[in-house]
């Protein structure tokens, strides 16, 4: 089954879809992302945390996003400040939404680059198909990473 044009994602309190709704302005969908940024000297891996804000009108097509650094870490315990900086960004911005309530949304795929790092909601090919068949049946949400597929309940895999 092909990705709709539409795809809905269910808000799920206290879990990785937790911060996603409608406010005066349409739907959006928030969050804290840590995207792969290499590995340190002692070969701990880096990430670098994001605020992100995705804008979406009524109809669900992306108006804009807001994504920004809080900075580069090595994972560990060293990242629960650069976690929280980005947290506290992220909250700032939704208070500031008029009209903001947690719900569930429906929105078109999208796709925006920043510091080489994918965000952005992507249709893909996952299935078998025939040679010359292929059609785009998954919907992959980055850098999350949560899968959305038939039957377009808004339920994801990770």
């Keep these: 089954m092909t990705v709709p044009d539409l795809v809905p994602i269910r808000h799920e309190p206290n879990y990785r879809t937790s911060t996603i709704g409608q406010w005066d302005g349409g739907q959006f969908f928030a969050h804290v992302s840590g995207v792969f940024a290499g590995r340190d000297i002692d070969d701990r891996v880096l990430r670098r945390w994001y605020s992100v804000l995705h804008e979406f009108d009524a109809a669900g097509r992306h108006l804009d996003s807001r994504i920004r650094a809080a900075g580069t870490v090595a994972?560990?315990?060293?990242?629960?400040?650069?976690?929280?900086?980005?947290?506290?960004?992220?909250?700032?911005?939704?208070?500031?939404?008029?009209?903001?309530?947690?719900?569930?949304?429906?929105?078109?795929?999208?796709?925006?680059?920043?510091?080489?790092?994918?965000?952005?909601?992507?249709?893909?090919?996952?299935?078998?198909?025939?040679?010359?068949?292929?059609?785009?049946?998954?919907?992959?949400?980055?850098?999350?990473?949560?899968?959305?597929?038939?039957?377009?309940?808004?339920?994801?895999?990770?």
């Design 75 to 158: 994972d560990g315990p060293a990242k629960a400040p650069m976690v929280e900086a980005a947290q506290r960004l992220l909250h700032e911005w939704l208070d500031a939404l008029p009209g903001r309530h947690f719900t569930d949304i429906a929105i078109a795929p999208f796709a925006v680059e920043v510091d080489g790092a994918l965000f952005g909601l992507v249709s893909e090919c996952h299935g078998e198909y025939p040679e010359g068949q292929e059609q785009d049946d998954w919907a992959e949400f980055y850098p999350n990473r949560l899968g959305f597929s038939a039957p377009w309940d808004g339920l994801y895999d990770t």
